[in-house]
């Protein structure tokens, strides 16, 4: 009864059905039970106390039990005050027991790796500074995201320098353009059949 008021998340009647139970009989399954709903409380100097327990008294050994006593006991570590730097050695445990007796792609192996990497603390990516070209405008910093690869970073600068030209042979271009003389082609008048002046294109003189 104790194991189901665990399922639906009744903590408080589970831990009291399991103390009634471990008065009766102290079997190490129910030790372990009993530390887990007991972390899911805030108990973890208890729930330590129950899963070092638990393990001294699995005999014959139980691989399944002892690998979910090893991350019951990493888990009640990880919320304890006095104990939090042990849980790391625990979890390695609990890891290493599911690999070897149980197997990498077991459902328990793969649920305890899952917790285990979902407790580790992330790193903080520090910004990617890109290489600064001279002349060109300040690169910008990359200040979240994963970090950017070097063949990434390789591209955007080889993309800068481009730009870079680009602008550099259009500033050249326009400079040409203003130091040649504006030319105005002027226009020769076509002379009348029969002989007269033209002035400009107007006629000066009839024939």
Do not use: W
């Not at 194991?3 to 079997?27: D, H, N």
């Not at 690998?67 to 019951?72: A, D, E, Q």
């Amino acid at each position: 009864m104790g194991c189901g008021y665990k399922r639906v998340g009744e903590f408080e009647k589970a831990i009291k059905c399991m103390e009634e139970a471990l008065q009766l009989e102290p079997s190490p399954s129910t030790m372990t039970n009993y530390a887990a709903c007991l972390t899911a409380v805030g108990r973890c100097e208890e729930a330590i106390a129950q899963c070092r327990e638990s393990i001294k008294h699995i005999t014959p050994p139980n691989p399944h039990l002892l690998v979910v006593t090893y991350h019951n006991l990493a888990l009640a570590q990880l919320n304890s005050a006095t104990e939090r730097h042990f849980a790391h050695s625990s979890f390695t445990e609990a890891l290493s027991l599911a690999h070897t007796y149980l197997g990498p792609t077991h459902p328990t192996a793969v649920a305890i790796e899952r917790s285990y990497l979902n407790t580790k603390p992330r790193k903080k990516t520090k910004p990617l500074k890109l290489p600064k070209i001279q002349g060109a405008e300040k690169p910008p910093i990359i200040a979240s995201g994963p970090p950017m690869s070097k063949r990434t970073a390789l591209l955007e600068q080889e993309r800068r320098q481009r730009e870079l030209k680009d602008r550099q042979d259009r500033k050249s271009v326009k400079a040409k353009v203003k130091k040649q003389p504006q030319v105005v082609a002027a226009m020769k008048p076509t002379p009348p059949e029969g002989g007269g002046e033209v002035v400009g294109s107007r006629r000066a003189s009839q024939v």
